[in-house]
């Protein structure tokens, strides 16, 4: 993937610049940005590049990790929603039970 080519070319700005536009651009799609998150060193790699002197290429690693950090904030809640969902469901069908039982 483009990470190799990000270490490879590390001193050539334009060069990470264009990569990192590349992963700002497949973070949009639900299916590439599972697999930069889950599966690549791209979040990490963003990170160091965050601090880079160059200033486009810290506002698109900024960018990009500001998508990605709301996506799983996103994910996040909607896992949080369901098992609150869960939870509210059990308690009303058990609910019955427990008056029954006293």
Do not use: W
């Not at 896992?79 to 609150?84: E, N, P």
């Amino acid at each position: 993937m483009s990470i190799k080519r990000l270490v490879a070319k590390q001193e050539d700005d334009e060069m990470v610049l264009q990569i990192a536009y590349v992963f700002y651009q497949m973070i949009f799609h639900q299916s590439t940005r599972e697999v930069i998150i889950k599966q690549t060193q791209a979040p990490a790699y963003l990170i160091d590049l965050m601090h880079d002197k160059n200033k486009a290429i810290c506002k698109v690693c900024d960018n990009t990790l500001d998508i990605i950090s709301v996506s799983i904030s996103v994910d996040h809640c909607n896992d949080l929603s369901r098992a609150v969902g869960f939870i509210f469901t059990y308690l009303l069908t058990n609910s019955g039970q427990a008056e029954q039982e006293i």
